[in-house]
């Protein structure tokens, strides 16, 4: 007799969920996740004195260089991890907690967005874009006929590359 199968799917990490956890997986990918935040939120001039070292359990720990630091941003720690669940949009922090010591490397964060396709740089014939602003008359000017005028180039643009590899 076959398997029936699961009425809806599910994410790797419910599936998966000790051996993820055995590796710490999820913790990097959090840390990482929590890293870009610092970063956004905290900023790096706080950076150059305390950085994140490990998420357990809900509970960031922050490495923090110096008696001073320490004792400045021991008043801010509610703060920050206010900010920081803000800018997550849900709770992923519960408490903050402090540590002395040298810093740990900042981790490498690649923020660069990836290069245009070469498609959506193509210019499309006088006759579409007449075609589009035809189709377009009755939308007056603004955000929403802006971001149909690009839709509708973007559809022909990739038509044309689809019969082309035809």
């Known amino acids: 007799m076959p398997k029936k199968m699961p009425s ?10 000790k051996p993820l956890q055995h590796l710490g997986i999820v913790e990097q990918v959090k840390l990482k996740r929590i890293w870009r935040a610092w970063l ?8 150059q004195h305390a ?9 960031l720990v922050i490495r923090v260089k ?17 900010k920081l669940n803000d800018y997550f949009g849900h709770p992923t922090i519960d408490e903050i907690q402090l540590e ?3 810093l740990p490397p900042m981790p490498r964060i690649t923020t660069a967005r990836r290069a245009t396709p070469s498609w959506m740089e193509q210019e499309i014939p006088e006759e579409w874009e007449n075609e ?3 189709n377009l008359s009755h939308i007056p000017e603004g ?5 149909a005028r690009r839709i509708m180039a973007n559809h022909f ?3 044309r590359l689809s019969n082309e590899k035809l």
């Open 143 to 147: 955000d929403i006929k802006n971001t």
């Open 132 to 134: 589009i602003e035809k």
């Open 51 to 59: 950085r994140p070292t490990r998420l357990y359990h809900r509970t």
């Open 157 to 159: 643009k990739l038509h």
């Open 40 to 47: 956004d939120v905290i900023g790096t001039h706080i950076t």
């Open 66 to 82: 110096g008696k001073a630091w320490h004792q400045e941003l021991n008043f801010h720690k509610n703060r920050f991890m206010l």
């Open 100 to 102: 002395l010591g040298d």
């Open 8 to 17: 809806q799917f599910s994410s790797v990490r419910t599936i998966l969920p």
